[in-house]
């Protein structure tokens, strides 16, 4: 099946950035849908953002709109996820997962989603 290989986590100052990287490799969908989730401890796995196959649509959770910006490379079975202007409150692990283009447009269940990554740490001091 798909495997998902995250990269990009890290330690880094409020007001800073990284950028996440999500590799897909096996036997990856044709028309993939790619979702970011992140999950603090304690806390359940909340969506961050999506992508559809085309990159037409690219939901955002309130909390990450205007500072995460949600791309992919089809070419390479990669989705990204800038997060620029980070604050402590983003710190959390997050995920990448995916599912196959279907005729439901539901984009932050984590229910609608097939293959999930092992997750990369972000941490966001203060």
């Known amino acids: 099946q798909v495997q998902l290989a995250e990269s990009g986590g890290g330690l880094v100052q409020a007001g800073g950035s990284l950028r996440l990287s999500c590799t897909a490799s096996?036997?990856?969908?044709?028309?993939?849908?790619t979702g970011w989730f992140r999950q603090a401890p304690g806390k359940e796995r909340e969506f961050v953002a999506a992508?559809?196959?085309?990159?037409?649509?690219?939901p955002y959770a309130d909390s990450v709109k205007g500072r995460f910006t949600i791309s992919r490379n089809n070419a390479k079975n990669t989705v990204y996820l800038q997060m620029n202007n980070l604050k402590p409150e983003d710190t959390a692990v997050y995920y990448c997962?995916?599912?196959?283009?279907?005729?439901?447009?539901?984009?932050?269940?984590?229910?609608?989603?097939?293959?999930w990554g092992q997750g990369t740490q972000v941490t966001v001091s203060s």
């Open positions: 997962a995916v599912r196959q283009t279907n005729s439901r447009s539901a984009y932050a269940s984590v229910q609608e989603y097939d293959s």
């Open positions: 096996g036997r990856t969908f044709s028309r993939p849908v």
């Open positions: 992508i559809n196959w085309s990159g037409s649509m690219t």
